[in-house]
């Protein structure tokens, strides 16, 4: 079946029924004359979520700077449940601090038509390379350099390292999530 007023071809048939019950939402576009795609969209499990998190390594971090949204591309890691990034002092640091909520959306796109998108809500949590996170904060680092091409890993060396002022020493957080959730597109 066409697509109602196919844009294309202007097909004047009727569109597909949705399937009720099935949470699953059937959606048509055209491609070509008077070919259309059909795109079956659908809650991902918690578990596929943390498997995209997991695969990826680039996503927008979205938090509200004054009393506006603000959202960023960031690099991270996701391992074990615990999701952890880094930045340099300036505005997304500041935002973070005076208001800790954030959400963090990530996607792996397969096609136009194929792809999913995962999204957390949490808590930031800084990591200062002090006596009480250290642990935590050369984990993070650790992981993060292990994906390569993070920060140029290698300007970044914690032990015992002088910098000459704080707006060169990078800040690693984490995010505490409080929910996650995906959607996933693929094609009927």
Same mark, same amino acid.
């Given at each position: 079946?066409?697509?109602?007023?196919? %844009?294309?071809?202007?097909?004047?048939?009727?569109?597909?029924?949705?399937?009720?019950?099935?949470?699953?939402?059937?959606?048509?576009?055209?491609?070509?004359?008077?070919?259309?795609?059909?795109?079956?969209?659908?809650?991902?499990?918690?578990?596929?979520?943390?498997?995209?998190?997991?695969?990826?390594?680039?996503?927008?971090?979205?938090?509200?700077?004054?009393?506006?949204?603000?959202?960023?591309?960031?690099?991270?890691?996701?391992?074990?449940?615990?999701?952890?990034?880094?930045?340099?002092?300036?505005?997304?640091?500041?935002?973070?601090?005076?208001? %800790?909520?954030?959400?963090?959306?990530?996607?792996?796109?397969?096609?136009?038509?194929?792809?999913?998108?995962?999204?957390?809500?949490?808590?930031?949590?800084?990591?200062?390379?002090?006596?009480?996170?250290?642990?935590?904060?050369?984990?993070?680092?650790?992981?993060?350099?292990?994906?390569?091409?993070?920060?140029?890993?290698?300007?970044?060396?914690?032990?015992?390292?002088?910098?000459?002022?704080?707006?060169?020493?990078?800040?690693?957080?984490?995010?505490?999530?409080?929910?996650?959730?995906?959607?996933?597109?693929?094609?009927?």
């Amino acid at each position: 079946m066409r697509p109602p007023h196919c %844009p294309v071809c202007r097909s004047a048939e009727k569109g597909a029924e949705s399937i009720a019950g099935s949470g699953h939402l059937p959606l048509r576009f055209p491609r070509q004359r008077c070919q259309e795609v059909e795109m079956i969209l659908r809650d991902m499990t918690r578990a596929e979520c943390e498997a995209a998190l997991s695969a990826n390594s680039i996503g927008h971090l979205g938090c509200i700077s004054g009393s506006r949204p603000y959202v960023v591309p960031i690099r991270y890691v996701y391992q074990k449940r615990v999701f952890y990034s880094f930045s340099l002092p300036g505005k997304k640091i500041d935002s973070l601090r005076f208001n %800790p909520h954030v959400c963090v959306q990530v996607e792996q796109l397969a096609t136009l038509e194929e792809w999913k998108s995962v999204l957390l809500e949490g808590v930031y949590r800084e990591m200062p390379d002090d006596e009480q996170d250290n642990s935590e904060h050369m984990r993070a680092w650790r992981l993060l350099q292990e994906r390569g091409n993070w920060w140029e890993p290698g300007a970044y060396k914690p032990e015992g390292v002088a910098y000459p002022d704080a707006q060169t020493r990078p800040i690693f957080y984490r995010v505490e999530i409080d929910t996650l959730s995906g959607r996933q597109a693929t094609m009927a």
